[in-house]
T-cell receptor, first 112, second 113 residues
Framework: ELKVEQNPLFLSMQEGKNYTIYCNYS?????LYWYRQDPGKSLESLFV?????AVKQEGRLMASLDTKARLSTLHITAAVHDLSATYFC????????????FGKGTHLIIQP | GAGVSQSPSNKVTEKGKDVELRCDPI?????LYWYRQSLGQGLEFLIY????????KSGLPSDRFSAERTGGSVSTLTIQRTQQEDSAVYLC???????????FGPGTRLLVL
């Protein structure tokens, strides 16, 4: 059974600081996704990572994938309050047919 | 263009009643997914459709749950004889290809009293 573990599950940080969220998964994956969810809202796609060594950046967020270590990271640079949200990583092992397996999410609060 | 839409946005029902949740995927997306999000279980995959076909229904929590998709577009998730543990947010997602990025709808918040 595929397991996806995120840490930390809760993070409170100050604006301007840097931090990294980690996502470990237990079996070989076709691809890895990062999603953002605001309170009471649905999931917004941030990144899809397809191969070992993949790195993608959007604004203050950067995601990377190490398939050998079965590890993805989401790095936040110079955090701003608007990035406060819950971030989920999700793994696809069945080419879509098995759906995505999600981590429990990282609840991120950025204090002004 | 329009995103994934779901209806109703909120549903309150009494234990034992049946409910039907609807998902309208992004136009042209052949793959459609249902998930459930609850505090205790996080995000759980329920079922996947490729066109009108659902190859594997084993992710559905019990035989009270069923889903169908017609015309390769709209899908309905039906829960019969609802129980309190069915209370959750039911999310639908679609993608243009089977393993493409899944785009999520706003969800249906179901509360079973």
């Amino acid at each position: 059974e595929l397991k996806v573990e995120q840490n930390p599950l809760f993070l409170s940080m100050q604006e301007g600081k840097n931090y990294t969220i980690y996502c470990n998964y237990s079996t070989t994956s076709d691809r890895l996704y990062w999603y953002r969810q605001d309170p009471g809202k649905s999931l917004e796609s941030l990144f899809v990572l397809l191969s070992n060594g993949a790195v993608k950046q959007e604004g203050r967020l950067m995601a990377s994938l190490d398939t050998k270590a079965r590890l993805s990271t989401l790095h936040i640079t110079a955090a701003v309050h608007d990035l406060s949200a819950t971030y989920f990583c999700a793994v696809d092992i069945g080419g879509g047919a098995d759906g995505l397996t999600f981590g429990k999410g990282t609840h991120l609060i950025i204090q002004p | 263009g329009a995103g994934v839409s779901q209806s109703p946005s909120n549903k309150v029902t009494e234990k034992g009643k049946d409910v039907e949740l609807r998902c309208d995927p992004i136009s042209g997306h052949t793959a459609l997914y249902w998930y459930r999000q609850s505090l205790g279980q996080g995000l759980e995959f329920l079922i996947y459709f490729q066109g009108n076909s659902a190859p594997d229904k084993s992710g559905l929590p019990s035989d009270r749950f069923s889903a169908e998709r017609t015309g390769g577009s709209v899908s309905t998730l039906t829960i019969q004889r609802t129980q309190q543990e069915d209370s959750a947010v039911y999310l639908c997602a679609s993608s243009s290809v089977r393993s493409g990025t899944q785009y999520f709808g706003p969800g249906t918040r179901l509360l079973v009293l």
